[in-house]
């Protein structure tokens, strides 16, 4: 089979996504978003949160990345490999093209600062807007377990990151919104408490097409129907050919009635910044077989390049390991800062204009020890 289609070199020259980076101001914007390390990252994300990230990066907005470690911990009890996944989603990020020197990644759990903004927060949300949270609700039943506080809870925290950090912008997928809607909520109450302290955030609504699993369910790392972006090229070949179609033998592009062929359809033309319907038309009498093929030859072809540079960084833990030590040094200061602030606005600054980071240091202190 031949085919006209190219994969796009890289994932901002896409045209039919610019549009979502447009209304970000470089100068005043602060792009904040994040992810829980559960697992690696996969075509879902490279097609959604990812290209979007890296995007604005490129268009000179800074870009703070969030591992959001404390949230594993909301729906299950198991923490997971934690250390190998977050250096495994950091070697992930920076493949895609996050640049360490102008983006900055860190786990949440290491910014003290940031978690405190979690007393004064809580006290201004009530339990009744909690439970309603829509997000909240569906994961208490997906996880089919009581709802524990912290789940209860954790979009405050969403806030805490979010507010600590300063951003303007959280780029978010649709089921994100309430967390937003609630940011902006705690913001308007601290400042209308307190004193003017905080900026509401926007959310911003990723015009990268959602795509389904293998299996045409949504696309979940705990359902395993991904497509993750450390696959090898014949792991991915084997995967796609798994993947349910139809017996129609003509290919069309149909998302209601033939949802698995219009996915792969979706992802060859996200990934070629063609038409979909245009590809199901170049393909058309090929059929499953085809399409498959072609799924297999684009999403191999697009990721190369990132499953090179991502094998040769997971290679260089202690340089990994850097970057986050490098971003949680970032992210501390501006956390610290606002934290200040915070404090002055509540009338908790005892200590004056530095109230210290950390518990201030007794001299001799060490040396007295043992
Ligand atoms: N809750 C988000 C998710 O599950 C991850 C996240 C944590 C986040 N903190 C954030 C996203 C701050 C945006 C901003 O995907």
Redesign the pocket.
Known sequence: MTTTLQPVAAVHQQPEKAAATSNVDPVTGRV?????PTGPLHLGHYLGTLANRVRLQEAGVPVIV?I?DY?VITDRDETGPLRSRVRNLVAEYLAAGIDPDRSTIFPHSLVPALNQLMLPFLSLVTEAELHRNPTVKAEALAARRSLSGLLLTYPVH?AA??LSLR?TV?P?GRD?LP?IELTRLIARRFNARYGAVFEEPVALLSAAPSVLGIDGARMSKTRGNTIPLGAGSDETAAMIRSARTDALRHITFDPIGRPQVANLLTIIGALTGTEPALVAEQIGAGGSAALKSLATEVINEALRGLRGRRLELLADPGYLDGVLLDGTARATATAVETLHSVQRAMGMDYLGEDVPASPPRVPGDASRRH
Not at 32 to 36: A, F, I, K, L, S
């Open positions: 904040v978003t994040g992810d829980r969030i959001a949230q969403q990151d979010i951003g959280v978010v994100q967390h």
